[in-house]
């Protein structure tokens, strides 16, 4: 079976993954030496369905991290997400919307609620309780 398949992905106890983000959260500090940095988005479940229903072939979502360096003097983190198909490879929109200037392109999303700025109760994942 290949290894991008619906099923892909495995659950994790709480433990484990409040030591993965609370790792995240001290590299980003220590890296960027500023408190100003995105650990986490929010993204709608309408949103993320869109993004699975528009593209028949999807089996899943990939995450890409990236960051946004607008002009402001600050380098936003941002988290885009992509539909994937069973082989593993992104899809993306058509060559000629891929040439266009049109913003409503439906197949990559971003746009989230990005934390810590808009984040949930303080828990293990996202504070060091």
Same mark, same amino acid.
Do not use: H
């Given at each position: 079976?290949?290894?991008?398949n619906?099923?892909?992905?495995?659950?994790?106890?709480?433990?484990?993954?409040?030591?993965?983000?609370?790792?995240?959260?001290?590299?980003?500090?220590?890296?960027?030496?500023?408190?100003?940095?995105?650990?986490?988005?929010?993204?709608?479940?309408?949103?993320?369905?869109?993004?699975?229903? &528009?593209n028949?072939?999807?089996?899943?979502?990939?995450?890409?991290?990236?960051?946004?360096?607008?002009?402001?003097?600050?380098?936003? &983190?941002?988290?885009?997400?992509?539909?994937?198909?069973?082989?593993?490879?992104d899809i993306?929109?058509?060559?000629?919307?891929?040439?266009?200037? @049109? @913003?409503?392109?439906? @197949?990559?999303?971003d746009?989230?609620?990005?934390?810590p700025?808009?984040?949930?109760?303080? &828990?293990?994942?996202?504070?060091?309780?």
């Open positions: 079976m290949s290894k991008f619906k099923d892909a992905g495995e659950f994790i106890s709480l433990e484990k993954g409040a030591k993965f983000t609370s790792t995240f959260r001290f590299e980003q500090r220590q890296m960027r030496k500023k408190e100003a940095y995105s650990i986490a988005a929010f993204f709608g479940a309408n949103k993320i369905n869109q993004l699975l229903n &528009n028949p072939a999807a089996i899943g979502i990939r995450i890409y991290y990236g960051l946004d360096v607008d002009g402001d003097g600050k380098a936003d &983190n941002k988290f885009v997400l992509v539909a994937v198909d069973e082989k593993g490879n993306l929109p058509s060559k000629d919307a891929r040439l266009g200037k @049109d @913003d409503s392109d439906q @197949d990559i999303l746009g989230g609620v990005y934390c700025v808009d984040c949930a109760q303080d &828990n293990p994942l996202n504070s060091d309780l």
